[in-house]
Each structure stands twice: as C-alpha cells, then as structure tokens.
C-alpha cells in the first residue's frame, strides 16, 4: 500500500479540500504540529511514506534531510516554487517533485487587513468592548497620508492599488524598479533612503533571497517616522528582527502588522508576542478556503498523474 503523508495541516482542512478518496489502495496521514526542527526525529516520522504532500516553505527538505527518505519516491509542494526544498539532492535520490498552483491575492489582502487592524487599534478596541469598555483608543486616518511599497511586483501593485483607492500618495521602491513600471501602476518611484523617511506606512512585498535578507534593518528603521508603521507579510528574515524588536520596544516607529518571523511556527514565549504596538497572524497571509481546495486538489491531481507515468506540474523534471 502506498502510504501519503500530508504535512504541516493545521487547520485540518486538507482531507476535507480535495477528494482523496479517489486515490485507491492508498493510505492517508495528516500531520496538524509542525514536526519541528529535528531532521533526525522528522526523518523517522516519515521514513515509512512514500509520497509526501508539503506546505510550502513549512518543513524544509534538504539534502541531510532527503538522505534520510529512503522510501520517498515523490514529494509535492504547494506552489510552484519552494526554496526550502534542494531539487538537485532530490533528483539525485530518485524523488520526483511537483508543484501547485497558489492564488496570490490573499497575500495583498491580509496586507492590508494588518496596515487597517494597526492604524485603527481593531485589535485593541475589540477587546475594550468584549470587557465592557467604550472608545479608548485612537485610530490613525490615511487619506493624504504616505503608503510606501518595498517592491512593486504582482503583489506590491495590488496593494498600491487600494492606497490608491485609499487617497494615499504612494511610493515605491526595490533593486530593479523602473520609472516607467511605476507611472504604469499610478506609484511615484523613489530611492530607498526616502522610502523610509517618507512613508506613514510601508508595506513589504518582496520574496526573500541574498540581497533582501536583512534588506530592512536597523538604519532603515531609524529612517523611519515615529509615526509611521510597517507591514510585512513576505517573509520574516526581510526584516533585521532584534532591530525591530528595538524600534517596537522603545517607540522609534509607531507600530508593525506581521504575518511571518524568523522562526516559525514561532515560539509561544518570542518577545514579539509581548508586544503592544504590533498585531500578529501566524504566517495566514495565503490561508484561505479558495486556497486550500486548489492546491489540494491539484496534488491528488498530481499523485493521479505520478500513478500514470506523467507527473504534472514538474519542478526537478528535464
């Protein structure tokens, strides 16, 4: 019997988003804890399953990993990219990789749920009236207001929209933005320098890779307003996290919204959890129901297609 394991389902959502059914003679684990850091320990949870179906960028699998996985034949990723897998190694050890299809709306989405929940204090007041208060906190208005864009891709002229729409003046910047590709989106494009000392918001949407690890750091924060709040539903290593940590604790910007970390699932006891001036999600940015059934059912898809010979949606294929 070939045996699947489904990784890292934390909601519980992964049976219940794709017919799995349809995949006869097949065994079907879901794993809803993160398996934790412990390749050794990983590896034996693992080391009986066949095909492997990950969240993308959730358990990683690296060569030291990948060597330990003898019995896996195929590994599927949500996504049709995933950095934490080493596709050479994987290639080398005979494990076919596929991917899936994400959607790429919910990420501009929650970017802006977080810049709205932390400049109007959401998060605070919901709680003032859930213990019987009445307006005690103070909100921030944007209109007129500065909303900087740390790199205009799909996601970040999404998000320029709606500051558009907002009456916001927006800004951009990133290592290859072009003044044209910014008068195409309505964004006036700037220098990095005055990104940071120019925005009342600045929301970030770049991947992470060499040159943006750390992009973020403690001069740019100081460059920053006091008043001013940032936004990072990317990837957490973008931002230098103890000199944010710095700038929150001591009030040198305004406040943070933020949906990734260095480290996740991130630790019950990080200081970030302690702080008031930030509103955090546990990396949901992508998690919607829409989501879910898609990727999910593109890996039965997939699993059908591998059973066939032809495995879809290749990523280590010639």
Request: aromatic share 6%; hydrophobic share 40%.
């Amino acid at each position: 019997m070939t045996r699947v394991a489904i990784l890292d389902d934390y909601q519980n959502t992964a049976l219940g988003s794709a017919d799995w059914r349809s995949l006869l003679g097949f065994e079907i684990k879901t794993f809803n804890q993160h398996l934790g850091h412990d390749e050794v320990q990983i590896a034996a949870i693992l080391s009986d399953f066949d095909v492997i179906v990950c969240m993308r960028e959730r358990t990683p699998f690296p060569k030291s990993l990948l060597d330990q996985l003898p019995n896996l034949k195929y590994l599927i990723t949500t996504g049709m990219r995933n950095l934490s897998i080493d596709m050479d190694a994987a290639k080398v050890n005979g494990v076919v990789i596929s991917g899936t299809q994400m959607l790429g709306y919910p990420a501009y989405e929650h970017a802006w749920a977080l810049i709205l929940a932390i400049t109007k204090k959401i998060p605070y007041e919901d709680q003032v009236m859930k213990s019987g208060g009445w307006q005690q906190g103070i909100g921030v208005g944007l209109s007129g207001k500065t909303l900087g864009i740390l790199g205009l891709g799909k996601l970040g002229s999404a998000a320029a929209r709606i500051g558009i729409a907002f009456n916001m003046n927006v800004i951009a910047w990133s290592q290859n933005l072009t003044e044209d590709l910014a008068k195409k989106h309505g964004v006036t494009r700037v220098n990095k320098d005055d990104l940071f000392k120019c925005s009342d918001v600045i929301s970030i949407h770049q991947i992470l890779s060499d040159r943006t690890r750390g992009l973020v750091g403690k001069e740019q924060l100081e460059q920053m307003k006091k008043t001013a709040y940032l936004v990072n539903t990317s990837r957490g290593p973008i931002i230098d996290e103890k000199a944010l940590i710095d700038a929150l604790q001591n009030n040198k910007i305004a406040g943070a919204g933020l949906d990734v970390y260095d480290l996740e699932p991130l630790p019950a006891d990080h200081v970030i959890r302690s702080l008031d001036n930030a509103v955090l999600t546990g990396h949901t940015g992508f998690v919607v129901k829409e989501l879910h059934e898609l990727a999910y059912g593109q890996a039965v898809e997939n699993i059908q297609s591998w059973l066939n010979g032809a495995p879809a949606r290749l990523l280590n294929g010639d």
